[in-house]
T-cell receptor, first 112, second 115 residues
Framework: KQEVTQIPAALSVPEGENLVLNCSFT??????LQWFRQDPGKGLTSLLLIQSSQREQTSGRLNASLDKSSGRSTLYIAASQPGDSATYLCAVKGGSNYKLTFGKGTLLTVNP | KAGVTQTPRYLIKTRGQQVTLSCSPISGHRSVSWYQQTPGQGLQFLFE???????NKGNFPGRFSGRQFSNSRSEMNVSTLELGDSALYLCASSLGRSGGTDTQYFGPGTRLTVL
């Protein structure tokens, strides 16, 4: 059974700092890994999707990497801003069905 | 292109009642998945529908059911509501291509409160 773990559970940083969020998964037989952002009480916004054959994806100040063999992914946020404050969720898709298995998320607070 | 829409956004029900939630996917998307989000369990997969057929199912009791219509719109039904069913219910749509490479796009969710 796939399990996804995100560390840390919460992170508070000053504005402008670069930061890394971590995600690990137990079964390396995945189709892809997706990072999402969730604002309080809202739905999920897809940030980056990395296919199993890829090593990284970039979008603006965000960079996500994938090391399938070790079961790890990182989300790097450059020059953080208060508007980046949200919960960041990592999810992997794999197995005999196409469901996403989610981590519990990292609650990020960027202080002005 | 319009995003995934869910109705209603908020619902309050009492134990024993039943509820129906609706999801309209992005135009052209044929797959709709449903997830339950609670503070304790996080996001858990309920089921996925593709071309009006349930393609995958999570580990939820039979009180949770769904269906998909020919226009890809989907409904989720929960019967005999329990307090523990209080959650944010999220729907996600994708093209549904085989191989699992699609990006899933989520709606804003329906917040269900069971009293």
């Amino acid at each position: 059974k796939q399990e996804v773990t995100q560390i840390p559970a919460a992170l508070s940083v000053p504005e402008g700092e670069n930061l890394v969020l971590n995600c690990s998964f137990t079964d390396s037989a995945i189709y892809n890994l997706q990072w999402f952002r969730q604002d309080p009480g809202k739905g999920l916004t897809s940030l980056l999707l990395i296919q199993s054959s890829q090593r990284e994806q970039t979008s603006g100040r965000l960079n996500a990497s994938l090391d399938k063999s070790s079961g790890r992914s990182t989300l790097y946020i450059a020059a953080s801003q208060p508007g980046d404050s949200a919960t960041y969720l990592c999810a992997v898709k794999g197995g005999s069905n196409y469901k996403l298995t989610f981590g519990k998320g990292t609650l990020l607070t960027v202080n002005p | 292109k319009a995003g995934v829409t869910q109705t209603p956004r908020y619902l309050i029900k009492t134990r024993g009642q039943q509820v129906t939630l609706s999801c309209s996917p992005i135009s052209g998307h044929r797959s709709v998945s449903w997830y339950q989000q609670t503070p304790g369990q996080g996001l858990q997969f309920l089921f996925e529908y593709f071309s009006e057929t349930q393609r995958n199912k999570g580990n939820f009791p039979g009180r949770f059911s769904g269906r998909q219509f020919s226009n890809s719109r989907s409904e989720m039904n929960v019967s005999t509501l329990e307090l523990g069913d209080s959650a944010l219910y999220l729907c996600a749509s994708s093209l549904g291509r085989s191989g699992g490479t699609d990006t899933q796009y989520f709606g804003p969710g329906t917040r269900l409160t069971v009293l």
